[in-house]
């Protein structure tokens, strides 16, 4: 026997929440609903600029103590298709996104005017904290406004191989502390509180990071390769980290050119990853995290030596580490092998491995000297020349201490990584006007 659960909806009930961003506006927004199929139909008109379109669904049936509607909640408005969770660029033209309450909402049966649409059209300079992009299909990015919208859910295995997931940071103008105070649980000797050395660093800009490590998945179906690349072999190892390559092949060797000689040159290797995909998604921002960037993500906001918010109870202490990260002495590790991205509990940014599994790449070139006696604390670059680039995040190899937040090390030449294992993760500016060819 089948079910559909019946709506009853007002013939034209909308909501608008229009950017606060001036140059994007839309109105003559509908909303209705096929009695047959019971397909949720909400059109409106895009002006004045392209937008990001999301959409909400809310009801008035539960109050909440402002006495306002409230959303039925992100998960029930997963299957939504049409011009909606992506950039519109059809202006002044009818736009209409669609929704199937009996699949995402089941069981449901409410009177006219008990429900309602709202649409947000948000600038491409300041679009959701959700961006999905399809490794699979060129030129397809999708936006949405929490994780709990995007459809499967985000550690589903579509998004560590076929998809690549970004989240928005929140960066812009917050003043933090970087590196670890004297004294955290995990510093050896002086020469790591040195290397360690906190200081106040302000980021002048929100960026996307991608929630997992680069995998080799991903990597697979963004170079079109006939095999998978990585230290591990198994038959899952499309969600495993891509690990073990050069810093010069995945951005690009300064020697070769000098638009990639981070920090003067901004540019990356074509045929590299993160060239390919700035071609593939049409975004040319792509590249990897600077060493502020991905400590800031990394933190979640916290100031202590585990983003969870604990400390380790000493140097090799594999407890604390274990609910966050893949580390040595950590149960279920494995010595010789990666771990699949996304089993550990995730940040407050929703961010996934920041501890452990693969070292990361940052392209700042390493320095040895306190971090503290660098000039440049707005949008940190590190030194205009170097040998070795900055590795974060610990490994499986290592103990939980070479994990921590505040910890830096590099044993690697940018072509080749010796005892290092590092992976890769993705950034990207959060104006994504390219997609427009803007």
């Known amino acids: 026997m089948k079910c559909k659960a019946i709506f009853l909806l007002a013939a034209v009930l909308s909501a608008v929440c229009v950017s606060a961003q001036p140059q994007v506006d839309l109105d003559s927004v509908q909303f209705s609903q096929d009695p047959e199929t019971r397909k949720v139909a909400v059109s409106y008109v895009l002006r004045n600029a392209p937008a990001v379109i999301t959409l909400d669904i809310q009801t008035n049936t539960v109050v909440d103590a402002s006495g306002d509607w409230v959303s039925i909640g992100a998960a029930n408005i997963r299957d939504t298709y049409g011009e909606v969770n992506c950039v519109v660029t059809n202006l002044g033209l009818r ?38 992009i399809d490794l699979v299909r060129t030129n397809s990015v999708e936006f949405y406004v929490s994780k709990e919208q995007i459809p499967g859910g985000v550690t589903a295995k579509i998004y560590k191989t076929e998809k690549l997931v970004m989240r928005r940071i929140h960066a812009s103008g917050v003043e933090w502390r970087m590196g670890a105070p004297a004294g955290e649980v995990g510093q050896y000797d002086d020469a790591w509180k040195t290397l360690e050395t906190t200081h106040k660093v302000t980021l002048s800009s929100d960026y996307y990071m991608s929630v997992f490590e680069f995998t080799q998945g991903q990597n697979k179906n963004l170079k079109k390769a006939s095999g998978y690349t990585g230290t591990y072999t198994g038959s899952d190892r499309a969600v495993h980290p891509y690990d073990y390559v050069s810093f010069n092949d995945e951005r690009g060797d300064a020697g070769l050119n000098s638009d990639w000689n981070w920090p003067a040159g901004k540019g990356v290797k074509s045929s590299g990853l993160y060239g390919r995909l700035r071609s593939w998604a049409g975004i040319d921002s792509f590249d990897m995290p600077t060493e502020a960037q991905w400590e800031f993500a990394c933190r979640g906001g916290t100031g202590t030596g585990l983003n969870n918010g604990t400390e380790l109870a000493y140097n090799n202490d594999p407890m604390a580490s274990g609910v966050v990260g893949w580390c040595r002495g950590v149960e279920g590790n494995d010595l010789n092998n990666t771990q699949e991205v996304g089993l550990k509990v995730p940040n407050a940014w929703g961010i996934y491995d ?6 990361e790449c940052c392209r700042d070139w390493w320095y040895d000297g306190a971090l503290g006696n660098l000039n440049q604390m707005t949008d940190p670059e590190g030194p205009e020349t170097g040998t070795y680039r900055v590795v974060r995040g610990g490994a499986y190899l290592y103990w939980p201490f070479f994990a921590r937040s505040g910890c830096r090390s590099s044993k690697a030449t940018p072509d080749t990584w010796g005892t290092q294992t590092p992976g890769f993760r993705v950034v990207c500016e959060v104006d994504v006007s390219g997609l427009v060819g803007e």
């Open 95 to 132: 736009s209409v996104a669609y929704w199937q309450p009996d699949i995402a909402w089941s069981g449901h049966d409410l009177a006219a005017g008990q429900l309602r649409a709202q649409i947000c059209a948000w600038s491409l300079s300041s679009p959701p904290d959700y961006m999905v």
């Open 354 to 359: 920041m501890h452990g599994n693969v070292a």
